[in-house]
């Protein structure tokens, strides 16, 4: 009898978790009925301070569209693509590069906001003031000497348009190549942890993204005091929202369209344009982002199989 009690209350502890594991996870095909949208965000900053940034800006949705919504950080920028393209999540705040990656991945993705600085962003390539580097119009060539971090691999402003504009200044030769020493990477901490490592000198030069390193000077005297800004880059298009088309299934036909005016119409100096650090918000298409595109292939970092 103990032996037969045992097996019916260990049958009845499995079957307790199996009903409970079907629960225990976001469901983003819930239905229309109580579904909850999920926000996320590439981390070019730090992964701590994510979930207090944008949880504001998914406070300010879910009031907005009259839904749940609910934030889910990505640990990399492979991670927040990875996310988007498994339906983990509907709605990411995208780098150039990381969007083109995701809208590639999800037929029928699309960007549809981005931030009014966006169609114009620059990146800056910063040195530890103990080089003597100084400001520059042109392309500071002196640098091939120094040691030299990018940002996260998967960084349009911290990698691919700061390489890109390495190899048009210097005859088409890859950075990789071009160096004296091969280049860094910062796989974590965004462009706070490049400019950081810049700062304690830990690497000569690197490349930033100019909002993040403008912000950082104005509020970090350790970056301020051991720094220089020696370059900014030309423009290039970059940040922008890209909404996953499954949702249109699950929140009703012309929700894309909703989500769009909603991010348009956040009020100016809310919460919910600190969190992307944005005067404000404007709309966006796929187009917009077809040079990243081609730049990406022309770096061999894009994988189109």
């Known amino acids: 009898m103990r032996t037969l009690s045992h097996s019916l209350c260990g049958l009845l502890v499995l079957f307790a978790a199996m009903f409970a594991g079907c629960g225990g996870s976001p469901d983003p095909g819930g239905g229309k009925g109580g579904a909850t949208l999920y926000l996320s965000a590439i981390p070019d900053e730090k992964i701590t301070e994510q979930q207090a940034k944008f949880g504001k800006l998914a406070d300010y949705l879910a009031q907005t569209l009259g839904i749940e919504v609910a934030f889910l950080f990505s640990r990399d920028y492979a991670d927040s693509v990875a996310k988007f393209r498994n339906g983990e999540v509907h709605l990411v705040w995208f780098g150039g590069l990381s969007g083109v990656q995701a809208r590639l991945a999800v037929p029928g993705a699309r960007a549809i906001a981005q931030g009014?600085?966006?169609?114009?962003?620059?990146?800056y390539f910063i040195a530890n003031k103990s080089t003597g580097l100084e400001p520059s119009e042109t392309f500071p060539a002196a640098i091939q000497k120094f040691s030299f971090t990018f940002g996260s691999p998967g960084s349009t402003s911290g990698r691919l348009m700061p390489?890109?504009?390495?190899?048009e200044n210097n005859g088409g030769t890859n950075p990789e190549k071009w160096f004296l020493k091969p280049p860094g990477f910062q796989f974590s901490g965004g462009h706070v942890a490049t400019a950081l490592a810049v700062a304690d000198g830990i690497?000569?030069?690197?490349?930033?993204?100019y909002k993040t390193y403008d912000e950082l000077v104005a509020n970090n005297p350790r970056i301020a005091e051991n720094t220089v800004r020696i370059w900014t880059t030309p423009s290039y298009a970059d940040y922008n929202f890209t909404i996953h088309?499954?949702?249109?299934?699950?929140?009703?036909?012309?929700?894309?369209?909703?989500?769009?005016?909603?991010?348009?119409?956040?009020?100016?100096?809310?919460?919910?344009?600190?969190?992307?650090?944005?005067?404000?918000?404007?709309?966006?298409?796929?187009?917009?982002?077809?040079?990243?595109?081609?730049t990406a292939i022309q770096l061999k970092l894009l994988d189109l199989h």
């Open 116 to 123: 009014v600085e966006d169609p114009n962003y620059r990146s």
């Open 163 to 167: 390489a890109s504009f390495i190899m």
């Open 203 to 209: 690497y000569d030069v690197g490349a930033v993204n």
């Open 245 to 294: 088309p499954e949702v249109e299934t699950i929140f009703g036909d012309g929700f894309i369209a909703k989500v769009q005016q909603a991010l348009i119409d956040a009020p100016a100096g809310s919460d919910a344009l600190r969190a992307i650090n944005r005067s404000s918000i404007i709309a966006a298409k796929n187009e917009d982002f077809e040079s990243i595109e081609k």
